[in-house]
């Protein structure tokens, strides 16, 4: 137990109340500097818990709604994209079907012009011979048969593109069963796995901000319990004044009792005057200790209940964080999907481009096809005008020309059969053309952006995101260990009452009356002057009530001249 003051060492004066001003200036200064500290604490607290916030906001501002429907923008655009691959490859297919029946409608019309040809090279030929005596004929018939063999050798050559375009059909058909059997079966996937992908962006964003609003809300709950225990911490500047003014007390008795007034009082005077100002010092240090302990109780408890709220903070990032490693998150999932879905169409793109090149090389053996009946038809307009020149000439002839006239009369029937023919091959042609540029329609379609293209890009910005994801949830996990951290060491520092109280009670020991406190006669004028000095130094209403009911004098009416409660706004002026 403390060693207690004797009432004599007080009533000798100065020298017996210093050593006990002393030990309370010791306690009012140890109370000063540990809320002074844990002022300190409790703002340290919440540097990291803004810290914390902030952390969060980037976290989540790195997948940013802007972002999100960027991304799921171009994933869509490409399912589209994808999506009407198959499409265009059965139209492809069909036009090859459609040109493939064109050109075996178109063999048959071939081979009967070639041999109308044959025939019409033969009559030239006769002609040629039975008007070799007739002077001039023969150059003229040179020339029919000139154009006789031009003719074939155009035919000919029609007949051979045709062909090639023929061959070259029957594999573009049978890789285009194949390239749509492909589609079929990995087209729908790589649509499905990439519709997903944007949908778990959307889901995935959706998730992060209601598991960051909910740290934002727990955080936001520390912060006014922050506020509180801020507004609660006056109990030390309270408590430490409250010391001050024990002091002075003490003080304004030692000296008085020095002065020529406290000389002129009797032992019993001065004896009782100290015991009743000890007793009144007593008191005011018993109701500070009681409301110090309350109160520093509070701030504890609250404090303390910090250490829940950091774990549920804790366990929400946690769940934002979970599946970290690449292959289970969301986002490295997305970014895994894409980059196999770039292989598959990699290869998809590579046989359209060769269905294309096929395609091309179709349309062109079309339009030389085109081009070429418009010269054979030319040919057959040259021989039918040159026979029928002949027939003119061997008119005027005679008798001689009638042997040639029948011949070339056979050129000009042919010659009109070649006629009937091309305009079937022509009419065959037309639709061929029109197959040809249904095929130049569907490679207008592919004439756009390389979907794998777009699918870098889109993989580029998801890696992108992810990669800021990743640190930023690292920084995130830092963050929460680092408060966690210094939660508990700020917590250690606010522990006021196992130190501190302990300071004030013993204090309080040195201080207390063992024996009756009684007022001696005459100590009336000397009670209400050194209680009216004594009572000027209060500045709670507390102190005055107290005192009142010590010296018996009326208790205080009038407001405190310092409010026990402070508002936040004072509170952060003073901290800050």
């Known amino acids: 137990m403390a060693v207690r003051a004797s009432i004599f060492d007080i009533a000798q004066g100065s020298p017996g109340v210093l050593p006990v001003v002393d030990r309370l200036e010791t306690a009012r200064s140890r109370i000063e500097e540990r809320f002074l500290e844990g002022g300190a604490a409790l703002l340290s607290i919440l540097d990291v818990l803004n810290k914390l916030i902030a952390s969060l906001d980037q976290l989540t501002g790195s997948l940013d709604e802007g972002t999100a429907n960027a991304t799921m923008a171009e994933l869509t655009s490409t399912v589209d994209r994808l999506s009407r691959l198959t499409r265009i490859e059965t139209e492809r297919q069909a036009g090859f079907q459609e040109i493939a029946c064109a050109e075996r409608k ?166 009782s005057l100290s015991l009743i100002i000890r007793q009144l010092v007593s008191l005011q240090l018993n109701q500070s200790i009681a409301d110090f302990d309350r109160d520093t109780a509070k701030i504890v408890a609250t404090v303390a209940s910090f250490r829940s709220d950091l774990a549920q903070i804790e366990a929400l990032r946690g769940a934002m964080t979970e599946g970290d490693d690449e292959s289970d998150n969301a986002i490295r999932q997305l970014e895994n999907g894409v980059a196999a879905a770039r292989v598959a169409v990699r290869e998809i793109e590579d ?121 930023q949830m690292a920084g995130l996990r830092d963050q929460s260990k680092t408060a966690v951290s210094e939660m508990d060491i700020s917590l250690a520092r606010l522990n006021f009452n196992a130190e501190l109280g302990e300071v004030l009670r013993t204090c309080a020991g040195e201080m207390e009356i063992g024996e009756d406190v009684f007022e001696a006669p005459g100590l009336e004028e000397v009670l209400a002057d050194i209680g009216g000095r004594i009572g000027r130094l209060y500045t709670m209403v507390a102190e005055r009530e107290l005192h009142a009911a010590v010296m018996g004098t009326q208790p205080p009416v009038e407001a405190a001249a310092v409010a026990t409660v402070m508002s936040d706004e004072d509170i952060e002026d003073a901290l800050f």
Not at 155 to 170: E, P, R
Not at 409 to 417: I, P, Q, V
Not at 426 to 454: F, I, P, Y
């Open 106 to 271: 178109l063999e048959p019309e071939i081979e009967e012009m070639q041999e109308t040809l044959r025939y019409l090279r033969t009559f030239a030929v006769t002609a040629k011979i039975t008007g070799a005596g007739i002077a001039d004929f023969s150059g003229f018939a040179e020339e029919i048969l000139e154009r006789i063999q031009e003719g074939t050798r155009q035919v000919n050559d029609f007949a051979g593109k045709l062909s090639t375009l023929g061959h070259g059909l029957g594999p573009v058909m049978t890789k285009g069963k194949a390239i749509l059997a492909s589609y079929n079966e990995t087209v729908p996937q790589i649509v499905a796995g990439l519709s997903k992908g944007a949908a778990e962006i959307g889901k995935h964003r959706k998730l992060l901000g209601e598991r960051a609003a909910k740290v934002r809300s727990v955080a936001g709950g520390i912060q006014t319990k922050l506020a509180s225990t801020l507004s609660a911490m006056q109990v030390g500047d309270i408590t430490r004044q409250r010391i001050e003014h024990c002091q002075s007390s003490l003080q304004i008795l030692s000296e008085y009792l020095e002065s020529p007034a406290g000389s002129a009082l009797d032992t019993g005077q001065r004896e």
């Open 351 to 471: 046989v359209a481009s060769q269905a294309g090149a096929l395609s091309h090389s179709t349309v062109t053996i079309v339009r030389e096809l085109l081009d070429g009946i418009g010269i054979v038809r030319a040919v057959r307009t040259d021989i039918h005008y040159m026979a029928l020149n002949t027939n003119l000439r061997c008119g005027k002839i005679g008798e001689e020309g009638k042997a040639i006239n029948v011949v070339t009369a056979e050129l000009r029937n042919f010659a009109g059969k070649l006629d009937e023919t091309a305009e079937e091959i022509l009419a065959q042609l037309q639709t061929l053309e029109t197959a040809a540029n249904k095929l130049v329609g569907v490679q207008g379609e592919e004439n756009e952006e390389s979907l794998d293209s777009r699918l870098e890009h889109a993989v580029e910005n998801i890696r992108a995101v992810g990669d800021r994801m990743d640190a």
